[in-house]
């Protein structure tokens, strides 16, 4: 069965920091990895996908995420955290069958000035 | 804007209503999903429909009816909910249902509520 855990719930970091936003994951085959954000009243938008290749995926508005086979990590950072990335994070997993992402429940990130 | 819009944004209900929520894409996918996102959960798929045919029913109560008449336009038909199903509910589509082309476009979700 796959799975995806976001280990916390929320996570704080001042602006201008770097920011990490854990997820680990279990799926039997090659993990195909997804992260999505979500906005206030927004539905969820693309990220970034880690599909095969270079361990490290890069997304959009500076978001990143390392794929670590050894560890089943795929976490999301970014070098300078702004308040405008405030937002629910989603992880999510799937393996090659179709249509079905499993999300995990979530992180809510929280930037400070 | 993703390409994927919900109508209506908000809806009340109650228990004995019959309501419609309407998605439609303008992005040419193939593949089309509804989900229910609830407070502190993840993410529940409903449904999913490649090219106009349900693949996938996650044993969603027969109260939620999914209706696909086009590629463009996903409908989810509801009667007689409880209050458990309060929620927002996301429509998404994606290019195909493969894994590798399922980087999937929101819309913004319909807020509901079941008084």
């Known amino acids: 069965a796959q799975s995806v855990a976001q280990p916390e719930d929320q996570v704080n970091v001042a602006e201008g920091n770097p920011l990490t936003v854990k997820c680990t994951y279990s799926v039997s085959g090659n993990p195909y990895l997804f992260w999505y954000v979500q906005y206030p009243n927004r539905g969820l938008q693309f990220l970034l996908k880690?599909?095969?290749?270079?361990?490290l995926v890069k997304g959009s508005y500076g978001f990143e995420a390392e794929f670590n086979k050894s560890q089943t990590s795929f976490h999301l950072k970014k070098p300078s955290a702004l308040v405008s990335d405030s937002a629910l994070y989603f992880c999510a997993v799937s393996r090659n069958q179709g249509g079905k992402l499993i999300f995990g429940q979530g992180t809510e990130l929280s930037v400070k000035p | 804007e993703t390409g994927v819009t919900q109508t209506p944004r908000h809806l009340v209900m109650g228990m004995t209503n019959k309501k419609s929520l309407k998605c439609e894409q303008h992005?040419?996918?193939?593949?089309m999903y509804w989900y229910k996102q609830s407070a502190k959960k993840p993410l529940e798929l409903m449904f999913v429909y490649s090219l106009e045919e349900r693949v996938e029913n996650n044993s969603v109560p027969s109260r939620f009816s999914p209706e696909c008449p086009n590629s463009s336009h996903l409908f989810l038909h509801l009667h007689t909910l409880q209050p458990e199903d309060s929620a927002l509910y996301l429509c998404a589509s994606s290019q195909e249902t493969s894994a590798a082309l399922n980087e999937q476009f929101f819309g913004p979700g319909t807020r509901l509520t079941v008084l």
């Open positions: 880690y599909i095969t290749g270079d361990n």
């Open positions: 992005l040419g996918h193939n593949a």
